[in-house]
């Protein structure tokens, strides 16, 4: 194919592992890819990890203005203009919902058991645009999340009861150990669709790498808008 007109990249398992800075090699080749066509990050991650995680591996001559983050699954999109990330959009979930959101899980994870699982660091993750399940906590170790549900069927079964208690809202699976919850419509289809008008292109002009194109997985949304993808290894 010939070269896409933008290119967007999930971020955990595709260009890092998860809750990790990309290896020096991916940071080099995303930096050199902004010199040819726009990126953009589209990812679970919230602003506040790609701020501490990846933005910190490009050199300071990387062309920012080149790129869009559209960090909490593109529940909210920022551009770096004028020597600053600005804040375009950012599509929130109210205080009650994300209380109301918090006690579901909760009670599923008592219905299925996963209140036994041993845990290192936030299980979930309460912020304005997303509300994040770590199933083992943020800080377990790499070796224990990629052996946790690699066949995502213990996950299957919480984002079944937790599509029931809350039709409203997008539900995806994500990472290894990760389910991410969002406002109803804001996936990673609303992030393709976002970018594609404003760099006024087709979604078939641009590509769309990442890791989790299963049914039920969070970069399965990107397939109905017709981009084309590839799923890493």
């Not at 020096?24 to 990890?49: C, D, H, N, W």
């Not at 205080?95 to 109301?100: G, L, W």
Request: with cysteine.
């Amino acid at each position: 194919m010939n070269l896409p007109r933008a290119i967007l990249f999930d971020l955990d398992d595709t260009l890092a592992k998860a809750f990790n800075p990309p290896p020096e090699e991916i940071a080099t080749g995303f930096q050199a890819l902004l010199s040819y066509v726009p990126l953009a990050l589209i990812t679970g991650a919230s602003m506040k990890r790609v701020q501490e995680h990846f933005l910190p591996t490009l050199s300071v001559s990387a062309d920012l203005s080149q790129l869009y983050l559209l960090p909490d699954s593109s529940a909210e999109a920022y551009h770096f203009e004028e020597g600053a990330w600005r804040n375009i959009y950012a599509h929130t979930f109210s205080e009650q919902e994300r209380d109301e959101i918090i006690l579901g899980i909760e009670r599923v994870f008592a219905s299925r058991g996963w209140n036994t699982f041993p845990t290192k660091g936030e299980r979930i993750i309460s912020r304005p645009s997303q509300i994040t399940i770590a199933a083992l906590g943020v800080e377990a170790p790499l070796e224990e999340k990629y052996a946790f549900d690699p066949d995502r069927s213990r996950r299957e079964l919480v984002k079944s009861d937790l599509s029931i208690l809350f039709p409203e809202c997008e539900i995806k699976i994500g990472g290894r150990t990760a389910l991410d919850i969002n406002p109803k419509g804001l996936d990673k289809a609303h992030g393709v669709r976002w970018l594609a008008e404003r760099l006024k292109l087709e979604p078939s002009h641009m590509l769309y790498i990442g890791d989790s194109f299963h049914p039920g997985g969070n970069d399965e949304a990107v397939i109905p808008t017709g981009i084309p993808y590839r799923a890493v290894e």
